[in-house]
């Protein structure tokens, strides 16, 4: 074959791929972003660290086993069962937790037993184009709701993320899913510690804003643009230890 000569790209050339997550985490402070992502900190070490991701994986396996035909109360307690895993508590603690995301995921199911024959998909991984970037992220649920579809994503509280932030997310994920050909219809957020579904609007005006701000949050973080925003989230930072601009 012809010899061709290859010519590196340059560093701005690189397409980057951005979760969801990480684009609310640079929106919400910079600086935290340049701590967890770029410079690689941990957040102090919790016994109960994993929980709400093992919450995830249990529902979501759950709405797979429904999908194949599965009775919901029986998927939930299997699911539990099978997959409810923590890795920094001793065995007792660990069954108490057990027994407690089973209740709370058996209330959640039986609540809201309206939407569980609507199951289309879960954990659907979508990636897609924005700002000379890619915005990658994982769909807790997308349910069929008439003739198009809902997007819902779970929350195991609603203190880690505002209701803003977390809006943003599933409207991403509604973008995304859009620029894939889907008809998104409707959109909300699951709350599996009260068992709550809360509407989230995907109506132009909401997606258009939600587009904004992913873009300006990926242009900030191509430009190496980090400063601190200190506000009321710094009570609750991981890092407010080493940051030096805790609280203002």
């Known amino acids: 074959m ?3 000569p290859i010519v590196a790209p340059g560093e701005g050339d690189e397409l980057r791929t951005y979760t969801a997550g990480e684009l609310i985490t640079y929106g919400k402070c910079p ?37 194949d035909g599965d009775d919901p109360a029986t998927a939930v307690s299997q699911a539990v069962d099978q997959h409810f895993f923590m890795p920094y508590v001793d065995r007792a603690r660990l069954e108490k937790l057990r027994v407690d995301a089973r209740e709370k995921l058996l209330k959640f199911s039986s609540d809201h037993a309206e939407d569980m024959p609507g199951i ?29 579809l809902e997007v819902r994503d779970y929350k195991t509280s609603g203190k880690v ?5 977390a809006a943003l997310q599933v409207r991403l994920y509604a973008l995304g899913l859009r620029s894939c050909g889907k008809k998104v219809g409707s959109a909300s957020l ?13 109506d132009a005006d909401d997606l258009d804003a939600a587009r904004v701000a992913a873009e ?5 973080i191509n430009s190496r643009e980090f400063p601190a925003r200190p506000g009321p989230f710094c009570s609750r930072c991981d890092y407010g230890a080493i940051c030096r601009w805790k609280g203002g």
């Open 2 to 4: 012809p010899f061709h």
């Open 31 to 67: 600086h935290l972003y340049r701590l967890r992502q770029i410079w690689g900190y941990e957040p102090p070490l919790s016994d109960l660290i994993g929980y709400g991701k093992a919450l995830h994986a249990c529902m979501s396996e759950a709405a797979a086993m429904i999908q």
């Open 120 to 148: 289309r998909e879960a954990e659907a991984r979508i990636e897609f184009p924005l700002e000379h970037a890619t915005v990658a992220g994982r769909v807790d649920l997308i349910l069929q709701q008439g003739d198009g």
């Open 161 to 165: 993320v505002t209701p803003e932030e």
């Open 190 to 202: 699951a709350f599996l510690q009260d068992s709550s579904v809360v509407p989230i609007s995907v």
């Open 216 to 220: 300006t949050c990926i242009r900030g």
